[in-house]
């Protein structure tokens, strides 16, 4: 089992409809988790951290995290097409490493 | 401010070839760390420096050194390029200690023939 799992995409949604990332962690000690947005040819950049149970929002952004679940999501509402990109997410392990997933490719569709 | 700034931003090698990678950090962070990214694998870590005399292995380190040569600069060496390594290259930073928010430099793009 990999340690930080998401759907690799692509996932398509139509501008102004609301975009869901899902990311799943493997270690239950895990204490950070955060969002990058990745765009092609670039390098990441951070979208939002969250650290406690339940959901963190910000502008258009909202994370949820579900540690008893092991789950941690990013929903993108009035999704637009500015938004299309790789998302990544990252989570700080027990062992004070911080480890990314595979990333997920989201297309937002004119 | 320019943030994380590495060189080159692209590279032709030969196997065999040795080269170092730079990056250097203008926010006076205390944790840098050099990632590789191959598509469809995300980001892996290849080595970290939780401080300025520190370096630790991460995820893929073998085929590479790293020197933390002060507090704003971290190196990555290949000694001997293997086509396995042609990826792409990111040097990121963190205030304080491991697990902060991350800024990444613009990559550098490294080919092995």
């Known amino acids: 089992q990999k340690e930080v799992e998401q759907n690799s995409g692509p996932l398509s949604v139509p501008e102004g409809a609301i975009a869901s990332l899902n990311c799943t962690y493997s270690?239950?000690?895990?204490?950070?988790f955060f969002w990058y947005r990745q765009y092609s040819g670039k390098s990441p950049e951070l979208i939002m951290s969250i650290y406690s149970n339940g959901d963190k929002e910000d502008g258009r952004f909202t994370a949820q995290l579900n540690k008893a679940s092991q789950y941690v999501s990013l929903l993108i509402r009035d999704s637009q097409p500015s938004d299309s990109a790789t998302y990544l997410c990252?989570?700080?392990?027990?062992?004070?490493?911080?480890?990314f997933g595979p990333g997920t490719s989201l297309s937002v569709i004119p | 401010n320019a943030g994380v700034t590495q060189t080159p931003k692209f590279q032709v090698l030969k196997t065999g070839q040795s080269m170092t990678l730079q990056c250097a950090q203008d926010?006076?962070?205390?944790?840098m760390y050099w990632y590789r990214q191959d598509p469809g694998m995300g980001l892996r870590l290849i080595y970290y420096s939780a401080s300025e005399g520190t370096t630790d292995k991460g995820e893929v380190p073998n085929g590479y050194n790293v020197s933390r040569l002060n507090k704003r600069e971290f190196s990555l060496r290949l000694e001997s390029a293997a086509p396995s390594q042609t990826s792409v290259y990111f040097c990121a930073s963190s205030e304080g200690s491991v697990g902060k928010t991350q800024y990444f430099g613009p990559g550098t793009r490294l080919l092995v023939l």
């Open positions: 926010m006076n962070h205390n944790s």
């Open positions: 990252a989570v700080r392990t027990s062992y004070d490493k911080v480890i």
């Open positions: 270690d239950r000690g895990s204490q950070s």
